[in-house]
C-alpha cells in the first residue's frame, strides 16, 4: 500500500509549536503536506473568507513536509488545500494540536475543529487535536504516541460519512495520563464578564472574558474524562437536526 | 401578562432591508431592542472576538425600538447584549431576515444561525429568518404573517433546552408560499471552485466562488421543502455529539 496523504491544518498558525509537533508525528506515519493560517485564528469557529480575497505561499521549513501559509480561516485552509494545493484528495485531515481545550461546547468557537469538520463536509476522514494548556510553550511531548495511536487507529477503522472526532488531551505528564475514553459533548457553556474600558478619547470598549461553567458531570462526559486524566474523544456530526424534537414540532406546525 | 422583551440580531449588519423588517414584525409583538453588527459579516459562523476588542453605539432610527449598532460578529453581539446591553434576561431571540438562505450545510456557515445557537447555549428560545434571496432589495413583505405566526408560536409553546429554529424563506409571492413544513437538514455541500487572479506585483490571489450539491431528495429535508414552496423549520441542536457512532468507537478503543 502507498503512503497516506495527510493535510495538517490548524488555527494558532503555521509556526505554532502544536502544529510541529503534529507535523512530527505524521511524518512517520505518511506523505505530508501543511496548510494552515499565517496568523492566529483561535475562535473564527466556521468562518470562511466571503468578502475579500485569499493567497498563500510555500516556506521553507525544516523536515520532509511541505509547508503552506494561508491568509484565511482555517476553513478557508482546507477549502484552499482542496481545491489548489493538493495533488490529490488526502486520506486524513489533522488539525491542531490546539493550544488550549476544545472540548464541550467550545467545539463551536474552536477555528481547530472547525477545520476538522469542514474535512468531514468533503468526506474525508478528520480529527481534531487540542491540550488543555493555553501556553504557547505548553509540552506537546506528552500526548505523543496517544495521538499517533489516535492516527492509525483512524486511518485502519474508517468512520462512517459524517463524523469526525474530537480528541481532547488533559495537561498531565504522559505516566499520569490514565488512557483513552470515547466520549459525550459535556453540557457547559461560557459564563460572559466583559472587561470595560475606556479609550484615551473618553469612548467605552471591551474586552471579552469570562468563566467556564461545567453543568455536566455525566461519566461519559468530556469533561469528566479530562478531569478523571484521560484524554476524551468525542465523534462529532454536522448535521444539527435535533430529530427527537421533530414530532414536537410537527405538532404545533401540523 | 408583561410584554415580551426581544433581542434582535443578525449578520447583514444594522441597516440591512432584512433585520429592519424583522424588527418592524417583531415591534407589534413586544418591546424591542437591537443589537446589531455595523458591518457585513455574513459567513463568519461562529466566530467570537479574542485577540481586539469590541465596542457598540446607540442609534437614533426610526420606531420604538432600541438600536446599538456593535463592532463584532453576530455571536459577539449576542453576547454584549445580555452582559452589557439588555436590563434583563429577553424572552425569546430572532436573527435576520438574512438575505440567502441558509438552509442545509449553511447552517454551519452562518452568522445569523450561530448568533440565533448563541442565543439557544443561553438557554434562551430563538429563532433565525432567512430569504432565497441574496439581493439587498430582496422583497421581505411576502413571508411577514407566517414570520409572526412562527414567532407567537415559539414564545407560545416553550422549546427544550438545546434546540433552537432554523427557518427559511423561499423566494416566492405571498399567495405562492405553500405552508410551513417541519425539516431534517439536507445532506448538501458547497463544491469549491477558487477564482484565481493575479495582482498589479505579479502575486496570485483567490475568490472564494463554488456551486452548492444538493446530495438529499428526501422528502422531509429543508432543501426539497424549499424547492416545493414550503417555508422549512429545522430544529437545530448545539450538543454536536454523534451518539449512533459511540458504540462502534468504544470497540475500537476498548
Redesign the interface.
Known sequence: MSKPLILVTNDDGITAPGIRKLISIVNEIGDVIVVAPNS?Q??????????S???FEELNLDGPQKDFSCSG?P??CV??A???ILPRRPDIVVSGINHGSNSS?N???SGTM?AA?EAG??GLPAIGFSLSDLKWEADFDQAEDFIRDIIL?TIE?P??K??VLNVNIPNLKKEEIKG???C??A?A?WE???D??TNPHG??????TGYFNNMDESEDADETALANGFIS???????????E??NE??S??H
Open positions: 492566529p483561535s475562535g473564527k469557529g466556521h468562518a470562511i473568507t466571503i468578502n480575497t485569499l493567497s480561516t476553513v478557508d477549502k484552499m482542496l481545491d489548489k461546547i467545539v463551536i468557537y472547525s469538520v463536509v468533503e487507529k477503522n468512520m462512517p459524517g463524523v483513552i475514553k470515547v459525550k459533548q453540557n457553556k460572559e464578564s466583559f470595560e474600558r469612548k467605552k470598549y471591551y474586552w471579552l474523544i468525542v465523534p462529532v456530526k454536522f448535521d444539527l437536526t435535533a430529530y424534537y421533530m414540532l410537527n404545533i406546525y
